[in-house]
């Protein structure tokens, strides 16, 4: 077994007007933005499946557009996440992956679910929707990740849940939402929300250090110092895990450059 996991850094979408001279050349065309930004980054958090279906063959032509090596994160459609009772979201889950997620084929990373502010854990509705998770689709393993924005999660419970199905707690560095960084799956996905767009790298350089070392700790198994728990008595398996990072949310212009200072900060 590798000893350490592979980390990837990135940032939500590519189609962003105030990137356009500041990230992308002045002179390139819209439809080539993808192409240059999956040039530059390991990995992009696909945002408009969260509030629309999308098609086969645009998955597969996002899959074309980036190089081997590159994947995406898929954000799961708020229909999914936004029903009343977790529990009763087979249909709308099963319609989000008809829409051709497989298409991404191993350009395809984890699935994240977004649930609102509003949302509290309810242990019993919220297990009933991660036995709702498929493994596969379209003979693709799937990786899913719980971006939960309501303290109530801060709960042992969660965290165990998180666990017995596989499934991995999105780490969030977020004004107001809460932080949980406890590890639960064979991977590490984290998103930082506190950057700013007067910062050329939108995270100080010295910030950007420590989340280097905290990403590469995650990757060889091993769980930071300093990051906000909801189990702080549990001890994750040890085992090297791929760990995707995120810029994204606040200091949104220098996201991209936030992103490839963290890739530059690993390979140091």
Same mark, same amino acid.
């Given at each position: ?62 899959? #074309? *557009? @980036?190089?081997?090596? /590159? +994947?995406? $994160? ?106 949980? #960084? *406890? @590890?639960?799956?064979? /991977? +590490?996905? $984290? ?78």
């Amino acid at each position: 077994m590798s000893k350490s996991g592979t980390i990837r850094a990135g940032i939500g979408g590519w189609t962003f007007e105030p990137w356009e001279g500041t990230f992308y050349p002045d002179d390139l065309p819209k439809k080539r933005q993808l192409e240059f930004a999956s040039s530059q980054l390991r990995t992009i958090e696909i945002n408009g499946t969260y509030y629309r279906g999308q098609t086969p063959a645009t998955f597969a032509k996002w899959a #074309a *557009d @980036v190089p081997d090596g /590159f +994947v995406f $994160s898929v954000k799961g459609n708020r229909f999914v996440t936004n029903k009343k009772v977790l529990g009763e979201a087979g249909e709308s889950m099963k319609k989000f992956f008809d829409t051709g997620v497989h298409e991404l084929g191993n350009k395809l990373g984890p699935i994240i679910w977004q649930f609102a502010p509003t949302k509290k854990f309810e242990p019993h509705d919220f297990e009933a929707f991660l036995k709702l998770l498929p493994s596969d689709s379209g003979g693709l393993k799937l990786r899913h990740v719980l971006e939960v924005r309501n303290a109530s999660f801060i709960d042992p419970a969660f965290v165990a849940l998180a666990e017995k199905y596989k499934a991995a707690i999105c780490h969030a560095d977020h004004h107001d939402y809460p932080e949980i #960084a *406890d @590890v639960t799956a064979d /991977f +590490v996905y $984290s998103r930082l929300q506190k950057g700013e767009d007067e910062i050329p790298t939108a995270y100080p350089e010295q910030t950007i250090g420590a989340w280097a070392e905290r990403a590469k700790a995650w990757a060889e198994g091993e769980q930071p110092a300093g990051l906000n728990l909801a189990a702080p008595d549990r001890e994750p398996k040890k085992m090297a895990r791929d760990v995707f990072v995120y810029f994204i949310h606040e200091g949104k212009i220098r996201a991209p450059q936030a992103a490839m200072a963290l890739q530059q900060k690993l390979s140091d």
